[in-house]
Nanobody, 126 residues
Framework: QVQLVESGGGLVQAGGSLRLSCAAS????????MGWFRQAPGKEREFVAT????????YYTNSVKGRFAISRDNAKNTVYLQMNNLKPEDTAVYYC???????????????????WGQGTQVTVSS
């Protein structure tokens, strides 16, 4: 079965950095666009970033542009989210998700993704 396993979350001070990883198994990784979403307490899950199957196309929500970078290593079936200059408002559970497509059109809605990881907590202290 398909499994997405996130890692790399933790507690960091404002201005710090973290790199999240998401290891995928049970799917043909190069047939999937990958995305990162986050959910803060009491809030809806929101889109953060997405990357096309080849890694050649990326898209970000405005609040993280210039601070976060999504990348993937297709040889390792892994997608990453490098998060720099973290802010307290970035505190959330971060989820990776997989979308079975080779289109480069970005998908920002959760319903467009078929598979989800269990999430990893990111806490940014002020």
């Amino acid at each position: 079965q398909v499994q997405l396993v996130e890692s790399g979350g933790g507690l960091v001070q404002a201005g710090g950095s973290l790199r999240l990883s998401c290891a995928a198994s049970g799917l043909t990784f190069t047939s999937y666009a990958m995305g990162w979403f986050r959910q803060a307490p009491g809030k809806e899950r929101e889109f953060v970033a997405t990357i096309s199957w080849s890694g050649g196309s990326t898209y970000y929500t405005n609040s993280v542009k210039g601070r976060f970078a999504i990348s993937r290593d297709n040889a390792k079936n892994t997608v990453y989210l490098q998060m720099n200059n973290l802010k307290p408002e970035d505190t959330a559970v971060y989820y990776c998700a997989a979308r079975n497509t080779r289109t480069v059109v970005p998908a920002t809605s959760a319903y467009q993704y078929a598979y989800w990881g269990q999430g990893t907590q990111v806490t940014v202290s002020s």
